[in-house]
């Protein structure tokens, strides 16, 4: 995918209304990873697989990583509310917990 693609991705993501995001099914939001055809046919479970693997390949590289596998990365993260309905607190708690992986 080429930058482009994700520039025009991230574009229609901040111009589509929460109300509306909150409404689509999980396999037809937007995928900044895949094509949407590719992205609609993975499960939240595949996903979350990916996005562990993922995970551990990072921490081959810096095992601070792994860190995260209990929070971020948490199998329980795949049955909690999407972000937009989460209220102020724990949105906070995971900005502080995203930033804090972003730097390492």
Known sequence: MGDSDLSRQLQKL????VA????EPLNKRTSLLFSKKIASSYGIETIF????KGLHELAE???QFLS???????KST???QPRE???KEVNSR???LIEGFLQL
Do not use: A, C, R, V
Not at 49 to 52: F, R
Not at 68 to 74: A, C, D, V
């Open 20 to 23: 509306q995001k909150q409404k």
């Open 85 to 87: 309905l989460q209220n």
């Open 49 to 52: 697989e990916i996005g562990l």
């Open 94 to 96: 995971l900005d502080f």
């Open 78 to 80: 795949m049955s909690s």
């Open 68 to 74: 995260y596998e209990e929070t971020l990365f948490s």
């Open 14 to 17: 901040s111009q589509t209304p």
């Open 61 to 63: 590289f810096n095992p």
